[in-house]
């Protein structure tokens, strides 16, 4: 599995972004979770959205709710992460991450294919 994430930036506080994530080399009929993980300068990768693999489950991390959405289209092997509201403590590599699993995956050790990373700062 080959994971492409895009749409990182420098935007504002208050500001939004949406980030996608595409994947490749997926089992035909194959079911993956997919989610979003996080990681600011010196701090560890951190769990910020998971979604089943048909999108009727999702997590959030508590930093997240209300602010963020995650979403997937299954037919375009996307999976996105809508953020609103965004705040200076957003900023960090995002990371979009798949495993063969039904339900939500929050551990970055339960997913085996991870995309290289895409920067989103937060300014004020």
């Known amino acids: 599995v080959q994971l492409q994430a895009s749409g990182g930036g420098s935007v504002q506080a208050g500001d939004s972004l949406r980030l996608s994530c595409a994947a490749s080399?997926?089992?035909?009929?194959?079911?993956?979770?997919m989610g979003w993980f996080r990681q600011a300068p010196g701090k560890e990768r951190e769990f910020v959205a998971g979604?089943?693999?048909?999108?009727?489950?999702?997590r959030y991390a508590d930093s997240v709710k209300g602010r963020f959405t995650i979403s997937r289209d299954n037919a375009k092997n996307a999976v996105y992460l809508q953020m609103n509201a965004l705040k200076l403590e957003d900023t960090g590599v995002y990371y979009c991450?798949?495993?063969?699993?039904?339900?939500?995956?929050?551990?970055?050790?339960?997913?085996?294919?991870w995309g290289q990373g895409t920067l989103v700062t937060v300014s004020s």
């Open positions: 080399g997926l089992t035909s009929g194959g079911w993956y979770a």
């Open positions: 979604i089943s693999f048909n999108g009727g489950l999702t």
């Open positions: 991450a798949a495993d063969r699993f039904f339900g939500v995956r929050i551990g970055a050790r339960d997913y085996g294919s």
